[in-house]
Every structure is written in structure tokens, then in C-alpha cells.
């Protein structure tokens, strides 16, 4: 197999945080000695992340096994998930903003067609749901865990307590159409393409306001605790 040099739109601040987390990860288990360094992992992951490199393309240029760069990924997403929030801690700091932003994503996946539970409808593809809080300014405040794609948003919404949390501390939430019936403390644009008056006014402020969480790739978000997500690979 011929190896090729390449790139990762990161910064190395992000490769040197992953970095961090691994060394602590290793001398907290007492791992002696590995094929590759901490930072040699971190950059087989985040390739592996951002741009779907498979585990046989990673392990010929890495020079390690299959078996070897699957546990390195295992191992350095687990330290990640780690360090989110949950839904709790994050109402914590959603209570000081004007208002959030609730929105999805569909990251996809690689699965057959049998794999039905996982296809989403809306994106055309297979992939898993997630559940998006961001602050005004479309920066993320917490991401929830995936389920499979064919989910739809409202009901995800709700398996996660989101509806339920947001309107027991009364915050602000805007939403697109997808969560209609979500509860007082989500405000939607209404349906139709011939409004007027307040109506039309009302989806034009809301447009606004989701706006700047809608055009900002989730994928980024899961990078924009160090750089920003919608463009990371599950």
C-alpha cells in the first residue's frame, strides 16, 4: 500500500489537548510503552474524526495494525466523551443567556440498507441524531448522546429531557418547524409559505435569530470546544 503525506483542517491546539488527555489517560493506567506516541495517537484520531480516514488506511500509514488503531480511537473517544457535560451541568450556564438555540444534526454513518432504525429520512442517509444547545452567538453549550438517525427530532428531544428542563428553569428557546408541540418553553415559527401581519413578522425575527446556529457545521461543534462541529465522522 503506497502512504502519502496529507492534511487536517485543525489547529494543534486541538492535536496538543488530545495529546494531553492520552499522556494523563497513560500514566493513570501505567501504560509502559506503546507503538505510538501520544501525539502520534491524537493525530491518528482526529484524522480518523474529521476526515472518515478508515482504520486499514490509518494503520498502513501509522504502521501499526487494524486491531491496534480501532483501540487507539476507542480509547481517545472515550477520554472525550468523558468531558461532556450532562444536560444538568449545562442548564447551569444556559440560565445566564438571553436565550438558546435548539437544533439537530444527522451525522452520518456506514451502514446497509438492512440497518433501517438508522437511515434518516430528512438527510438521506444513514447516520445518528443529535441534539444541538447553542448560546446566541451559535457557539455550542452541549451536545446530546446519538440515536439512530430515523428518530425524529421532537422525539429526541424529548427522550432527552431537553423540553422538560428548559421549561422547568423557564428559558428562552428558539427552534425550527421540527419542533412544533415541544412545549411552551420552545418557540417555533409557525407553518405556511402565505403568512401575514404578526404571523410574518414573528417567523422573521425567529429566522434571525437561528440564523447563526443553522449555518455554523455541527461537526465543528464537537471540535469548537477547540476549534468548531457538522463536519466530524462517527
Known amino acids: 500500500m503506497l502512504v502519502y503525506p496529507s492534511g487536517i483542517d485543525l489547529s494543534s491546539r486541538t492535536l496538543r489537548h488530545l495529546s494531553g488527555l492520552l499522556a494523563d489517560h497513560r500514566r493513570r493506567i501505567g501504560s509502559r510503552w506503546r507503538r505510538l506516541t501520544c501525539g502520534r495517537q491524537a493525530l491518528l484520531v482526529l484524522a480518523h474524526l474529521r476526515c472518515g480516514d478508515t482504520y486499514a488506511r ?41 436565550y438558546v438555540i435548539l437544533d439537530s444534526t444527522v451525522l452520518p454513518i456506514d451502514r446497509v440498507a438492512a440497518d433501517q432504525p438508522y437511515y434518516s429520512g430528512k438527510k438521506k442517509h444513514h447516520g445518528m441524531n443529535v441534539q444541538v444547545l447553542a448560546d446566541p452567538a451559535g457557539r455550542l453549550m452541549w451536545a446530546s448522546d446519538a440515536l439512530p438517525g430515523a428518530v ?17 428553569d423557564e428559558i428562552e428557546c428558539w427552534a425550527d418547524k421540527a419542533y412544533q408541540g415541544a412545549g411552551p418553553a420552545v418557540r417555533v415559527p409557525f407553518r405556511g409559505k402565505k403568512l401575514r401581519g404578526w404571523r410574518r413578522r414573528h417567523n422573521r425575527d425567529h429566522t434571525k435569530r437561528t440564523t447563526i446556529c443553522a449555518v455554523m457545521p455541527m461537526a465543528r461543534t464537537v471540535a469548537r470546544a477547540e476549534a468548531d462541529p457538522l463536519e466530524w465522522t462517527l
Open 152 to 168: 425524529h427530532d421532537l422525539a429526541a428531544a424529548r427522550a432527552h429531557g431537553i423540553p422538560a428542563a428548559l421549561t422547568a
Open 58 to 98: 490509518l494503520a498502513a500509514g501509522f504502521h501499526v495494525g487494524v486491531a491496534t488503531a480501532y483501540r487507539y480511537i476507542r480509547e481517545a473517544v472515550d477520554l472525550l466523551a468523558a468531558l461532556a457535560p450532562t444536560l444538568e451541568q449545562a442548564m447551569e450556564t444556559v440560565r445566564k443567556k438571553a
